[in-house]
């Protein structure tokens, strides 16, 4: 399993990733967890949008498999690509919780507009404990 954990360009680390692999195994899911940066690296071509549809919608060119399974956040608020990753995930279907940066994961219902001008924190996440 992949999880693609999605992040203001500035907030994630390392150690996050080694946390959220360590919080899925403890919950019997062996993921690989991926840092949003890492994946705007080596995939982003230009455009926002493309590339947000193309973070979910990815495929794995041997296995035909979606190249992430799961998506994961955290904090308060989120950015404006953040916000467009998280969205097409829940459009398409796809799972995706909000993590409080311990032990705690929620599932994410929507992702709120609240400041349209502020692209680094203009939106929240709606969630439930399910």
């Given at each position: 399993?992949?999880?693609?954990?999605?992040?203001?360009r500035?907030?994630?680390?390392?150690?996050?990733?080694?946390?959220?692999?360590?919080?899925?195994?403890?919950?019997g899911?062996?993921?690989?967890?991926?840092?949003?940066?890492?994946?705007?690296?080596?995939?982003?071509?230009?455009?926002?949008?493309?590339?947000?549809?193309?973070?979910?919608?990815?495929?794995?060119?041997?296995?035909?498999?979606?190249?992430?399974?799961?998506?994961?956040?955290?904090?308060?608020?989120?950015?404006?690509?953040?916000?467009?990753?998280?969205?097409?995930?829940?459009?398409a279907?796809?799972?995706?919780?909000?993590?409080?940066?311990?032990?705690?994961?929620?599932?994410?219902?929507?992702?709120v507009?609240?400041?349209?001008?502020?692209?680094?924190?203009?939106?929240?996440?709606?969630?439930s404990?399910?």
């Amino acid at each position: 399993m992949r999880a693609f954990y999605a992040h203001a360009r500035d907030g994630a680390r390392v150690k996050d990733r080694v946390a959220l692999r360590t919080l899925l195994a403890g919950k019997g899911l062996e993921a690989h967890v991926v840092l949003g940066i890492n994946d705007h690296i080596k995939n982003w071509k230009g455009n926002w949008e493309e590339w947000q549809k193309d973070v979910v919608h990815r495929v794995n060119f041997v296995t035909k498999k979606p190249v992430y399974d799961l998506f994961i956040t955290g904090g308060d608020t989120c950015g404006r690509a953040t916000a467009g990753i998280l969205r097409e995930a829940l459009s398409a279907g796809k799972p995706v919780f909000w993590w409080d940066g311990n032990g705690k994961l929620e599932r994410v219902t929507g992702v709120v507009t609240f400041d349209p001008e502020d692209w680094q924190h203009g939106w929240r996440f709606e969630r439930s404990e399910k």
